[in-house]
């Protein structure tokens, strides 16, 4: 079975300031790794998603995230907090064995982490 | 990125009556939509896999006879939760998907069961 931990329910920066949400997963094979971000009274919206390939992904919004297999982490960071990046971040996982028939995943997700930006 | 849409957003219905929350994709077929629920500070728990015209997939532990879930087009899926209790009160979330692509989130809804 996979798991995903998100440390931290609720992480505080000031704007401008670096922004690190961490990951942790546990998973018996080389998983696929997605981190998501939730408004409010809005649905997930993906930010960045590891497959295979380069380790450091990039995603929308100025953010990106490292897999680091030894540690089990698919950290989140931005260098330089806006004000519009306060919202909850999911970190997910899935196991490409079990796709389904369409080829679509199926995902674990960790708690959440919200995000507060200080002015 | 595609447009799932979720209805209702917010819904309040008395314990023993049924409620349905719609989920449906605005600009593309959904051949898979997956069914979230999401309890206040915990992980978001898939329930079940639909696919379009065949019977959901349920997650262990879920009830198939409490959440009805209804794929009957590709734009559209249901979710049923029958003779409601206090316990069900929780936000639910689908998602939509389509041949090898990421997931597309629905905005949730949130039940509240009185």
């Known amino acids: 079975a996979q798991s995903v931990t998100q440390l931290g329910s609720h992480v505080s920066v000031s704007e401008g300031a670096l922004v690190l949400l961490r990951c942790n997963y546990s998973?018996?094979?080389?998983?696929?790794l997605f981190w998501y971000v939730q408004y409010p009274n809005q649905g997930l919206q993906l930010l960045l998603k590891?497959?295979?390939?380069?380790?450091l992904v990039k995603g929308i919004n100025g953010f990106e995230a490292e897999f680091k297999k030894s540690e089990t982490s698919f950290h989140l960071t931005k260098p330089s907090a806006h004000m519009s990046d306060a919202a909850e971040y999911f970190c997910?996982?899935?196991?490409?064995?079990?796709?389904?028939?369409?080829?679509?995943?199926?995902?674990?997700f960790g708690t959440g982490t919200r995000l507060t930006i200080i002015p | 990125g595609a447009v799932v849409s979720q209805h209702p957003s917010r819904v309040i219905c008395k314990s023993g009556t049924s409620v349905k929350i719609e989920c449906r994709s605005l600009?593309?077929?959904?051949?898979?939509m997956f069914w979230y629920r999401q309890f206040p500070k915990k992980s978001l728990m898939l329930m079940a896999t639909?696919?379009?015209?065949?019977?959901?997939?349920?997650e262990q532990g879920v009830e198939k006879d409490k959440f009805l879930i209804n794929h009957a087009s590709l734009t559209l899926s249901t979710l049923t939760v029958t003779s409601a209790h206090p316990e069900d009160s929780s936000f639910y979330i689908c998602?939509?998907?389509?041949?090898?692509?990421?997931?597309?989130f629905g905005q949730g809804t949130r039940l509240t069961v009185v």
């Open positions: 998602s939509a998907t389509w041949t090898n692509t990421e997931a597309f």
């Open positions: 998973s018996s094979v080389p998983p696929y």
């Open positions: 590891y497959t295979t390939g380069a380790t």
């Open positions: 997910a996982v899935s196991d490409p064995r079990r796709l389904y028939d369409f080829g679509n995943e199926k995902l674990t």
């Open positions: 600009d593309f077929q959904a051949t898979t």
């Open positions: 639909s696919n379009e015209g065949s019977k959901a997939t349920y």
